[in-house]
């Protein structure tokens, strides 16, 4: 079966702190990846995505994730948190190609303090 | 502007009363999704409907019901039979047909609690 595994259930970081959140999926075949965060009291908006092309993805926020295909995983990274980071972070994984069921992880809690 | 509205914020309902949840999107989306939310538990599928009139059970679709008359609307209906239907509800929106069809965009939830 399809899954997502998100190691760290909660994480705290001091501000200015690096950041790394794992992820890694069981899929079999070609994926779309996803990050979305969900702000405290905000809707889950989408961090970034990787279709294709580049593996080392850039989204809002001065976010990154880098997708190795050979590990099957899909880490985000910050190089200095904020304060205004405090969110829960999920990892989102989805085969390619038309309509898929896309399978997210259980979130990783992230409290940055200042 | 564009997005997904969600109705109400917060629903209280007694055990054994049905409650309807709402949805509605002006994003022009063809696909629709409900998903539950619960602590540790991360977001699980509920339904799903890719056109309108048409919709498909998701992992965990025992307790829930729903319709797609309209492409704007997908209401999430939570009827008594679902054991423990006390949690975060949330609808989603996704566009087939262009390259990004399974990046869905997030409604703001609807916190259901069943007294």
């Known amino acids: 079966a399809q899954s997502v595994s998100q190691h760290n259930h909660h994480v705290i970081l001091s501000e200015a702190a690096s950041l790394e959140l794992g992820c890694n999926y069981s899929y079999g075949g070609t994926v779309n990846l996803f990050w979305y965060v969900q702000y405290p009291g905000q809707h889950l908006q989408l961090l970034l995505k990787?279709?294709?092309?580049?593996?080392l993805v850039k989204g809002i926020k001065g976010f990154e994730a880098e997708f190795i295909k050979s590990k099957f995983s899909f880490n985000l990274r910050k190089p200095s948190v904020q304060w205004s980071d405090t969110a829960e972070y999920f990892c989102a994984v989805s085969l390619s190609g038309g309509y898929q069921k896309v399978t997210f992880g259980i979130g990783t809690k992230l409290q940055v303090i200042p | 502007d564009g997005g997904i509205t969600q109705s109400p914020k917060y629903l209280f309902r007694k055990e054994g009363q049905n409650v309807t949840l709402s949805c509605e999107q002006n994003l022009n989306h063809d696909a629709m999704y409900w998903y539950r939310q619960d602590p540790g538990q991360g977001l699980r599928l509920i339904y799903y409907s890719q056109i309108v009139n048409d919709f498909q059970k998701g992992d965990i679709a025992e307790g829930y019901s729903v319709s797609r008359e309209k492409k704007e609307s997908f209401p999430l209906t939570v009827t008594s039979a679902q054991k423990n239907p006390t949690a975060f509800y949330l609808c989603?929106?996704?566009?087939?047909?262009?390259?990004?069809?399974?990046?869905?965009?997030f409604g703001p939830g609807t916190r259901l609690t069943v007294l």
């Open positions: 989603a929106s996704s566009s087939p047909g262009t390259d990004y069809y399974n990046e869905q965009f």
């Open positions: 990787y279709f294709s092309g580049d593996p």
